[in-house]
């Protein structure tokens, strides 16, 4: 069974598409050359990847637009207040343009303080954990902590606002999904798909991703019997993966996730499951019963 499962997980990996990737907040990183502006682009279209896929490529559109060619220079260059103004009708669900200047900002202060978001990531990150959780945690206690008086007046976040969103952490037991994302872009060998540039972390200490469709296709695999989307979950997931290959758990992350937001599995509609590439190891009967 283990071996069928691979088998049928690599052949699945090796049939990710341009299609696939266009319907992905990772193709922005893609419309870049440089891997100072795909790191900040990935940063910026990870925070955003929640709700509806047309909904956030639509609203990750607008952002770019305004950032010119260049996302690094952008935020080195940024001004708080110009970029209130910029963004003031901005609005992605419960984040508003306050929340993305604020978002900017957390990138401007990494890079003066280490250069490149992934140096800075490394100032938090214990090379010889298991995996990222108590890096992840430590990162984002450290941009919640930033001093973002310039775009909120005030050196606390408000109550009013949503930038603490971005950055849930393993601590609270939040699965982390959209930073868990970034670090697959941004840590994974470069594949076509994921782009490799943080050379320092490992790719084994990775944990999944885990969205609506990892979730739900996670228990169909038999990969974890929880319920719930948190972080005890996404290391279950990753768990069961890192016996596929202990190297790299993640690699699967992007073909499993795209069976749901590009070929339509939801685990209802059965007649999907007729042509699912995994459907000889995959049991979605506790979901539809």
């Not at 109550?159 to 950055?167: L, N, Q, V």
């Not at 890192?242 to 685990?267: A, M, Q, R, T, W």
């Not at 699912?276 to 009967?285: A, G, L, T």
Request: overall charge negative; aromatic content about 10%.
């Amino acid at each position: 069974m283990q071996m069928q499962l691979k088998q049928l997980l690599e052949s699945l990996y090796a049939d990710r598409s341009t299609v696939h990737l266009a319907n992905d907040p990772l193709s922005f990183c893609h419309r870049y050359i440089l891997p100072a502006d795909q790191e900040i682009a990935g940063f910026i279209a990870a925070a955003f990847a929640y709700g509806n896929v047309k909904i956030i490529l639509r609203n990750l559109e607008s952002i770019f637009s305004k950032m010119g060619h260049s996302p690094r220079k952008f935020v080195e260059e940024l001004e708080p207040a110009a970029a209130l103004q910029l963004f003031a009708g901005f609005k992605h669900r419960f984040n508003d343009g306050r929340d993305l200047c604020a978002l900017l900002l957390a990138c401007q202060l990494m890079i003066d303080e280490a250069d490149s978001i992934g140096e800075y990531f490394l100032s938090c990150h214990d090379a010889a954990a298991e995996d990222i959780t108590e890096s992840l945690t430590l990162f984002t206690e450290n941009i919640q902590a930033m001093d973002f008086s310039p775009v909120f007046g005030s050196s606390t976040i408000p109550a009013d606002s949503y930038f603490r969103f971005f950055f849930p952490s393993p601590a609270s037991g939040s699965a982390c999904k959209r930073l868990c994302m970034y670090l697959r872009w941004m840590v994974r060998p470069a594949d076509g798909i994921d782009l490799g540039l943080w050379k320092k972390v490992s790719p084994a200490q990775l944990v999944i991703p885990v969205d609506a469709h990892i979730q739900r296709i996670g228990r169909f695999l038999g990969f974890t019997s929880r319920k719930q989307a948190d972080w005890r979950m996404a290391r279950e997931i990753t768990a069961a993966l890192k016996k596929l290959d202990p190297d790299d758990p993640v690699k699967y992350d992007f073909s499993l996730c795209h069976l749901g937001i590009s070929e339509g599995c939801n685990g209802k509609n059965l007649t999907k499951c007729l042509s699912c590439p995994i459907r000889e190891v995959c049991d979605p009967s506790e979901e539809t019963a």
